[in-house]
């Protein structure tokens, strides 16, 4: 690659939902756009988070001028934590954003003791030269306060980056996206789009956030009993809809779970949320008042084991027991994934005789993302010379596209890209270059490492079949069995025939040993390979399953 | 409970999808309708099947006077053989059934080297006696051939349980379901209605499964390449309309997967398929005809792993290799469950450059089961003084049961029941007995199990963590530590710090067997318990996960 030329390298969201991630680099210089992580999948044994592979910054971090976050959401803001970890030592770019974008970078890096990372707030419109970079943030509505797409200026041209977007014309706040702006860009030329493909599946115009309060009135009227609402956190005109309903039908709200919590005063405190005087009562104050006098607004939207809504499910809430007549609002649709999580939460509530209103019975949720007539919009406002679909799996990204060839784009300057591979932009036009290292890399406690890491795999193994340890005795001088081997398994089921079972392997153990001491075997590496391969056999042969087999030799 | 009562006891079905079984009681003998099973949920590790506990069934052995199986799907047919299997020491019962349901049975007993089971055909209206009861199985219309419900009919009354059904006016067969015989059984009076819930979310009626062959012919007709079909192998009507659209445009069809290939076969020997001459080409000649004239109708609409679709989506199938311009029509919705993996290859095959149509796309797919308006028109054809609503999660339940109290059923009459709570009926009412036990039963492997087991408790400490193993040899004379302690770990991650981990724990485990030694401890038991604690607080303090701590201390 010449560096006069300039790179668009998406390190994740591409092929996949999630960890959205993008180098935009110009002149041997780098701006971030998002660090976003994923939530790992159930054949991610153990696994707590998943980031985009990040090496690539690593190698670079001196060369990075500042890092933008579109919004706040964990697709796009959590990894920030490891990547200023990974950062520090060589150097600390600055991160910017939004204001609660930035408010809750800090309260994350809070948790994480990354104190000492420079954070901005950069308004809208304002404009802020980055190295060979102009960058500036343009207003978006999204289901997350202060969501911006970034436009990053350069000698070759403007790249806009639209991070989640929808063209909400009647948002909670009454702030629609600056659709001038865009229009602006435009006219002055946009070379190249990154835009959002999460709802490119969907036909039409995404419903407004604003249809979504009558709508929870109207389930909130029909309610004799109690009401809880549960919704993401960090959709705070979503839970400020709750509290008006709940303010215009007289019932009192009490906010539960750790992050709704938080949240909520975070976006108090930038001013996005209004509390009427004295509507908030306290989770223990619940059980003090008539059931038609409150709403409860809760964690637990996508059925997450520890979550409020899901600790009341199992009757295991400290403080608030759902019964019989309470109403169980569900404000959100469940992630790919979640669903049957979600699935048994609801039907945990059925048996305890709530009714349970999902967005399948009432158009109480809305999606933060654009439908296809939104996408298209984009593309006619933007009018790049070039696109490149993000934000989506293979289907997504195929169907984006297929709107950019709709609109007349041709088809030669939309660009089907996938993690790791750089889009390299110059006068001669564009082309995708040499693919970079990318890929996932899992958070494991307090470590991170790679997803072909030995411990998943061995994790899987045992996670199927379980394991066999086989601790056998030697001889220094004979290489002779001297006591009898300990059999130990966790894991394996064999119901009724252990004792036998444990009584036969250990003499195909000695059996073995015996077999090794005749030929002469005594490297223990080799002594505990032909155990291994001896008693694996074995134990497939009687159990028809693959557990496994750990033999350890010790000598004496 | 009285021996003049009758009591119905469902053993699976009821608060979940699946392993449908229903225990029919009176005089002391036993009619058992349906042996289903379910799939294992994510979280049951390694877990192959999961069956209902039949234990109350093991115990009345004798007294099983027949096995009735409504059709030939697995979450009413499955668990067949291990009940069986159970059962032949004390008393092996006939299997009744329609013609498909008992070849499917037939062909798996096979499988199973259970050749002995009597097995018997039944006409629908034919009547027959087993002790106190008359059985008589009524035609019904369902995504399988020769789907029945049944009745029971006794002194005390009637029990119709409905099996699987959706009152389909066109169906592909041109045989709708008997309704004048579920009138007439209503007219004579049926004493009580153990009905489908399955779709008791879904308002008006559902489609017929004749609509989907013109719109197959459409979504066909429009493709330029290779089409690739994936449906359910059993749905024979399905797999029929599929043929006939693909013969409309003529193409080729060929089968792929060994379900896909079992299926039509019987249903062929059965007279339910009818294949055009010379239609059929073997999976191994599709490469040799030209793209636009063949039709693959392959098992994996779930994205089963080892699937043949699963396979080709991921370019690894032996003979079949998808390519840009082929078009893949999943005639069928995931079940609840599947969806990641089904969203997984249709992704893959986005990737692969293929079309993909869902019935998302086009009205590709019929559900099998009766909406709420059939559910009520059972309801009023059939009277019943009484109703346990069957086959479906609380919350499906539950709605069935406002259905009934829709149609006028008084709801004291409608019982919404939990699997192993038995319904007593006699002349003065009826009501919920005292529970037997109930519950699931995991088959992994050869053998079976129930789901509290020790193993599937390790496999999940396991999975989450990993494990450490540590053996420590120590002197029969003193208890001091003889030989460095051998350290091996699996599925514990730590990335840079093992060889120093490994070191520290060596000197750990020396620390507590010297600590062990001065407290006069030398039963291996004890000291084992104590390298267990100390172990896994050194541990849980380095690495902030609690992977399983395993000491064997050998003593020499």
Known sequence: MSRDSLRVLPLGGLGEIGKNMTVVEYGGRIVVVDTGLRFPTADMLGIDL??????????RAKDIEAIVVTHGHEDHLGALPWVLRELRDEHLPTVYGGRLTIAMARSKLDEHKLREAPLEDLEPGEELTLGPFGLELVHMTHSIPDSCAVALSTDLGTILITGDYKFDQTPVDGDPADVSRLAELGRDGVLLLCGDSTNADRPGFSPS???????????FARAQGRIVVTSFASNIHRVQQVIDAAAALGRK???VGRSMRKNVNIGRSLGHIELPDGIVIQPHEV????????????????GEPLSALRRMAHNDHRMIKL?????????????PGNERAVNETVDRLYHIGCDVITPREAPIHASGHGYQEELKLMLNLVKPRYVMPVHGDHKRIHLHAQLADAVGIDSGDVFSGENGLPLELDGRGA???????????FVDGVDIGDPADVALRDRRMLSADGIFIVVATVSEQSGESVAPPEVIFRGVPFIEQADRLVVDIRAEVERSLAHSARDG????????QELHDDLAAFVYDRLRRRPMVLPVVVEV
């Open 323 to 335: 019964h019989r007549g309470d109403t169980v609002v569900f404000s959100a649709t469940p992630i």
């Open 209 to 219: 956030e604003r249809i979504v309060g009558p709508h929870l009135e109207e389930v």
């Open 253 to 255: 709200v009490s906010l």
């Open 521 to 528: 075997i005594r490297e223990i590496d080799l002594l505990q």
């Open 287 to 302: 059980e003090d008042w008539a059931d038609h006098k409150v709403v409860v607004i809760s964690t637990g939207s996508q």
């Open 431 to 441: 082309r995708f270059g040499e693919p970079e290292q990318s890929g996932m890399i």
């Open 50 to 59: 998943v980031l985009p592979d990040f090496a690539y910054l690593r190698d």
